[in-house]
């Protein structure tokens, strides 16, 4: 009999994406932020692999639940993991923006601005 907790895949794969998320903020704010298009490439390709861990989610509650699970069961686990990642998310951009680099928008602004009139 299985004993583990239906909320297990989704709280285990939040927990991963959430630290996934925080390696991505962490590469993007501090190598990409020096140019805006590789700013916004590096978050459109760390949010399709963001989505990726999102399916695989929901491909191992599928899994965990015998092959065969409905809707309800599945999105469960993958709501559970958006939930986590998301206020993984929220603490990583207050505690960076306020802490760590407080500068940062300002610096972005200024490099946006020097970006955009060289083209």
Known sequence: MNTTSK????????ILTGLLYVV?????????????LSF??????????ILLVY????????KELGGYGDFKEIFQSIFIAILIAEAVYVM????????????FWENFKATTLSYLEKK
């Open 7 to 14: 909320y297990t895949i989704g709280i285990r794969f939040g």
């Open 24 to 36: 991505f903020l962490f590469l993007r704010y501090s190598f990409f932020a020096s140019n805006p």
């Open 40 to 49: 916004g490439l590096f978050a459109i390709v760390s949010y399709v692999l």
């Open 55 to 62: 399916l695989f989610t929901g491909i191992a509650r599928k």
């Open 92 to 103: 990583f951009n207050l505690i960076y923006i306020k802490f760590v680099d407080p500068a």
